[in-house]
């Protein structure tokens, strides 16, 4: 079964197919029944809920940051691919919750030899938190959970995908199982100094990284925290739509549009533009990198608690109180914040005009 890494980012914006999404298009839900394909899961998006997704236009649709127009697109295509339309649910991993963490997908037939699972971003607070942990321990419950999915999937050749934490966790399974054989993930966060330098780990990164692909988008905040894996391919993309600070981090954004229109090659495939790094998003990179070459454990752990906490609130929307109100509500990591970028600044011979630009890349220009 091969699958392009555009059509596995497609295949992916079915993790965020929410109640919010099916009441924009004026249906009751859907239900990620086992054993059908994508095009029975996706039967009740008739052409009347399509259109009432096209009429909301650039309006913002819970879930991926993407708008009504953009869901429109992105359904009609999972239901009308070739290559994906005829892909079968076969298994899914839940929080506690219910919510989908995981979809598994196969091509319907009885083989056990291939498969596509999908691992979705962050989910809840308590992945949050999972996120902050991952700064500084080999494994995270959340990766050892999604190790564990896959361990217990009968398949022996799956390709994993995923977008931001759920990037992160598909490159973590396919160091660690063998049943892996090939990543394609999505502004992927990295990875600690504790599980690139273990012991019993090394040689597995060493052998298996080449197997990774994580794209990042050009403006993209979350691919340059911690470490990227040594040896995975890491490669830059051009956004469309990117109308906010949220949008530099949404999956939907890789797929290049014109007139708000999806594009497609020759053989119906969505296309990404490859591009360089923003500069304001070099900065930033530059300075985490700084600060976790430079910084105590304790500095570094304040630092990741601080960004973790404040990305939900430019998710979510919050307002610029909201916002305010989490930048000065812990003083201690405020001063470790400001007092590494004065450090940084100073080190490097920099002018203000870079903190600027690091305040504008954390979404914190205006305030």
């Known amino acids: 079964m091969k699958i392009t890494d555009e059509e596995l980012l497609m295949l992916e914006q079915l993790c965020y197919v929410n109640n919010a999404l099916c009441k924009a298009a004026d249906i009751k839900g859907i239900e990620l029944i086992e054993n059908r394909n994508i095009s029975t899961l996706l039967s009740s998006f008739d052409t009347t809920a399509i259109s009432n997704l096209e009429a ?12 009504g127009k953009e869901w429109a697109q992105i359904i009609t295509y999972l239901k009308n691919s070739d290559n994906l339309k005829d892909l079968v649910l076969t298994e899914t991993l839940t929080n506690d919750k219910g919510t989908p963490l995981a979809l ?3 091509d319907g037939s009885s083989s ?3 498969a ?17 942990e991952g700064a500084n321990r080999r494994d995270t419950d959340d990766q050892l959970k999604a190790l564990a999915f896959i361990e217990s999937l009968e398949y022996h050749n799956i390709t994993v995908t995923g977008h931001s934490k759920g990037s992160n966790k598909a490159m973590y399974v396919t160091i660690l199982s063998d049943k892996v054989t090939r990543c394609v993930g999505f502004d992927g966060q990295g990875f600690s100094n504790v599980f690139l330098n273990d012991e019993e780990y090394r040689t597995r990164i060493l052998s298996r990284a080449h197997l990774i ?10 691919h340059i925290l911690l470490y990227q894996i040594p040896g995975s391919q890491q490669k830059i993309c051009k956004g ?10 949404s999956p939907n954004s890789f797929f290049a549009v014109e007139s708000g229109v999806l594009i497609l090659d020759e053989n119906n495939i969505p296309i990404f533009v490859e591009d360089e790094e923003a500069e304001d998003v070099t900065i930033l990179h530059n300075y985490f990198s700084y600060l976790l070459e430079t910084g105590g454990q304790e500095e570094i752990d304040k630092m990741v608690i601080y960004i973790s906490e404040l990305f939900p609130l430019i998710f979510s929307g919050g307002s610029t109180d909201e916002i305010l109100q989490h930048v000065f509500s812990n003083q201690d990591s405020l001063s470790v914040i400001a007092g590494s970028i004065l450090s940084y600044t100073e080190e490097n011979d920099l002018d ?5 630009s690091l305040l504008k890349t954390l979404g914190l220009n205006e305030l």
């Open 112 to 114: 056990t030899h291939g």
């Open 352 to 356: 203000s005009k870079y903190v600027n």
């Open 240 to 249: 469309f739509g990117v109308d906010n600070v949220k949008q530099n981090h």
């Open 116 to 132: 596509i699972v999908a691992f979705k971003g962050t989910t809840g607070g308590a992945e949050w938190s999972d996120n902050v």
């Open 213 to 222: 692909t994580n794209y990042s988008l050009s403006t993209d905040f979350v």
């Open 104 to 106: 598994c997908f196969t």
């Open 56 to 67: 909301l236009g650039d309006t913002e649709v819970d879930g991926a940051c993407a708008s």
